[in-house]
């Protein structure tokens, strides 16, 4: 700043003063300017600088001054900060109304257990592998439906895929949110879809890890797979959003 009291704006210079006046942008027009008794600043003008400009009480040029860079780095991340605060704000406000009316549409407890099923497939320990026969592993659903154990690289986790089974699986996920908006009368057995595929699921492991691990089993008497506690959190999720299939869909 220039230290007196005239009032100031930010401006940016369009145009350098040589032979003729300089120009400067500020207020949403342009206006000529020279540097001999308005300069502040000791670096010499430069296109593109940002400077703030002083104005007496008739709107004339008084003083220019250069913005530091540092200062002028600070408040265009204030600014984007600013923005980024309010678009963050609006997002969430859109999202939250979107949730509201799905809630609305599903049920709560419908679209509740729709979020646990969700979590529970791609993230909970369904099963794990002990140590022994391979190092020990810990999978997800998503994971077994995609994992032969018949095969080492697949069931040391490196090597698995997702197979006809696992896309099934995404879409039966998704279709208890399309339920609500699909208006014919099976719409609501779609709520079962998730727990149809968990049946599904949990038959093709066990025949995959009982022709694996069955001779293991039958020596060692025990078989180095077993279920964990996240199968468990799925099924019963699934189990809750499926009994929104016994409900009629809306008129």
Known sequence: MNGDSSPTVRGTIVKVPDANPGLLFFNGQQKPFTVEGVWKSPVAPAPNMTVDVALDGAGAITGLTVVDSNQLNKERMAQLSGVAQERGKE???????????????????????????????????????????????????????????????????????????????????????????????????????????VILGWLAIYMNENKAFGDVAKLAGSSPFSFSWGLYVLALAALVLASGALKKPAA
């Open 91 to 197: 997002a969430a406000k859109l999202a939250q109304q979107g949730v509201g009316a799905l809630a609305a549409r599903m049920g709560t407890v419908a679209l509740a257990s729709a979020v646990v099923v969700w979590i529970a497939w791609f993230f909970l320990p369904a099963a794990n592998l002990a140590g022994g026969f391979v190092a020990g592993q810990s999978y997800t659903f998503w994971n077994l439906l995609g994992t032969d154990f018949n095969n080492i690289a697949q069931a040391l986790g490196t090597g698995s895929s997702v197979g006809l089974l696992g896309m099934i699986g995404v879409v039966a996920l998704i279709a208890p949110f399309a339920a609500p908006f699909i208006r014919t009368p099976w719409s609501h057995y779609l709520y079962a879809a998730p727990l149809a595929i």
